[in-house]
Nanobody, 115 residues
Framework: QVQPVESGGGLVQPGGSLTLSCSASELNFRHGNMGWYRQAPGKQRELVAALTSGGDTNYAGSVKGRFTISRDNAKNTVYLQMNSLRPEDTAVYYC?????????WGQGTQVTVSS
């Protein structure tokens, strides 16, 4: 399986935390670059966090210090830990695997931050 599969979205209160998961096949996961993107209503899809196969990370300025991207190779899974969530974090979150110059997108999972 090449297409990533996301899970973990839901409703959370402002200031709360949520962790998203994304899984793919073992070979492609281990050697590919992973990224989390999000798209809010009326906005363009944007990069939230990225993690290369070599361990380098980068984050959008709006989430740096609050979100953490990590991977568990034993489970073929990448995570996005989201802390101190704000209403403006509300969006559909997508996982992307980049392998051999091709992008593979998940279906997305809804994250809603509301009191």
């Amino acid at each position: 399986q090449v297409q990533p599969v996301e899970s973990g979205g839901g409703l959370v209160q402002p200031g709360g935390s949520l962790t998203l998961s994304c899984s793919a096949s073992e070979l492609n996961f281990r050697h590919g670059n992973m990224g989390w993107y999000r798209q809010a209503p009326g906005k363009q899809r944007e990069l939230v966090a990225a993690l290369t196969s070599g361990g380098d990370t980068n984050y959008a300025g709006s989430v740096k210090g609050r979100f953490t991207i990590s991977r568990d190779n034993a489970k073929n899974t990448v995570y996005l830990q989201m802390n101190s969530l704000r209403p403006e974090d509300t969006a559909v979150y997508y996982c992307k695997l980049t392998y051999n110059y091709r992008d593979y997108w998940g279906q997305g999972t809804q994250v809603t931050v509301s009191s």
